[in-house]
């Protein structure tokens, strides 16, 4: 578990090096970042699974799904981790088994030792939330998915992806993700649905300062956020591409060259959005545990944002 640990603390020093030397753009950091934190998911999963009593299999049929900034590729200096397990087997005690698995991961994962802590995990996002079992099979993920979850876990869908363990497993995620956010939709029953979530989010994060949020105000990143995840979910059914999981500035692009917004409009807030993600990079740095930044510093960023939001949501 230490040499885990510094294994993550040396390789992000060299990051930071080069990040602060100017070698990264945004998007490259968060896919290097991204990239290291898929690696020491691997290696942990190999390292428990081969401490793991009882097996009925010599590779286990079992993934890790990365959601949010992970899954996203857009992970920070200080991310936690969303993730969800995922199995594929018919065994009688594969459920057992697999919840031994994805429990000592999270240990090795999250507790604090001598050499630090590796990630904190959230597996907030799994089927039922934190009342839902620990790992899902892939049937249940799918009926799920159908059957049961809320619109706001289609948005978090958006950004999900295969990070490790079983590439099977992984391709049954990619096809049942891909079937979710094709499904067509009433637009207007999506729209009030996805701004009252952004309500709700806005509501959950008050800011009692005179500082700027990056992450939560009024024409900050994740105003960005609900607008592409909006726009994927309205229009996926016909425009199979808005399904690719490139990151939202690609996808603003995309929307752009789709005639989903105006040229003018997406690349305004793709740039805007860099530019945020740029500043919590550097406040999350300084060790705040909340970004929040001089207002002055983002006027035009965040009117750009908010141009986006008018232009997406209007009715």
């Avoid at 898929?38 to 299999?57: F, I």
């Avoid at 010599?58 to 397990?85: H, M, N, R, T």
Wanted: aromatic share 8%; charged share 25%; glycine share 6%.
């Amino acid at each position: 578990m230490d040499e885990l640990r510094h294994f993550k603390q040396s390789e992000t020093f060299r990051l930071l090096a080069q990040d602060l030397s100017g070698m990264w753009s945004v998007e490259k950091l968060s896919d290097q970042l991204s990239y290291l934190a898929d690696l020491l998911l691997e290696q942990t999963l190999e390292m428990v699974w081969a401490g793991t009593p009882r097996k009925h299999r010599e590779q286990p049929a079992f993934s890790v799904i990365a959601y949010g900034k992970l899954g996203g590729k857009e992970l920070g200096y200080a991310s936690d981790l969303d993730i969800v397990f995922l199995y594929d087997d018919a065994h009688p005690d594969a459920q057992d088994v697999y919840s031994r698995l994805g429990k000592r991961m999270n240990t090795w994962l999250g507790t604090l030792t001598s050499a630090g802590m590796l990630y904190e995990i959230d597996m907030r996002l799994r089927p039922d939330g934190a009342s839902g079992l620990l790992v899902s099979s892939v049937e249940a993920f799918e009926d799920y998915q159908r059957k049961h979850a809320w619109t706001w876990e289609h948005q978090a869908l958006s950004r999900a992806r295969y990070s490790c363990g079983d590439a099977a497993v992984g391709a049954k995620f990619d096809v049942i993700r891909e079937t979710i956010l094709r499904l067509p939709r009433d637009t207007e029953k999506l729209r009030t649905e996805v701004l009252e979530m952004r309500e709700k989010m806005h509501a959950g994060h008050p800011n009692p300062t005179a500082l700027f949020d990056l992450k939560h105000d009024s024409g900050g990143l994740v105003d960005v956020e609900f607008a592409v995840q909006y726009l994927v979910l309205a229009h996926a059914h016909d425009h199979a591409e808005l399904t690719a999981n490139i990151g939202n500035i690609a996808l603003l692009k995309r929307c752009a060259e789709l005639g989903l917004l105006q040229t003018d409009t997406a690349h305004a807030a793709a740039d805007a959005y860099r530019e945020l993600r740029r500043m919590q990079h550097q406040a999350k740095l300084q060790g705040d545990e909340a970004a929040r930044i001089d207002a002055d510093l983002v006027p035009g960023h965040g009117e750009a944002v908010k141009r986006l939001c008018q232009e997406v949501f209007a009715p």
